[in-house]
């Protein structure tokens, strides 16, 4: 089984009404799983999925 991994590099505000749990949440509807999540700094978060073929 292949393993694809999609990456997500977000560029948000942290005083803007962009919740980084409810993205997180909507992205999980596509089927996608989450395999990590970190804030990289204060400006940028990192999506990593994997994609179960």
């Known amino acids: ?3 694809i991994f999609l ?3 977000l ?3 942290k005083n803007s009404h ?3 749990k409810v993205l997180k949440k909507n992205l999980n509807k ?3 799983e989450v395999v990590k999540f ?3 700094n204060v400006s940028q978060a ?3 999925y994997e ?3």
């Open 1 to 3: 089984m292949k393993h």
């Open 7 to 9: 990456v997500v590099m």
């Open 11 to 13: 560029q948000y505000n």
């Open 18 to 20: 962009l919740d980084m």
């Open 30 to 32: 596509l089927m996608i």
């Open 38 to 40: 970190r804030d990289l």
């Open 46 to 48: 990192l999506f990593i």
């Open 51 to 53: 994609i179960n073929r």
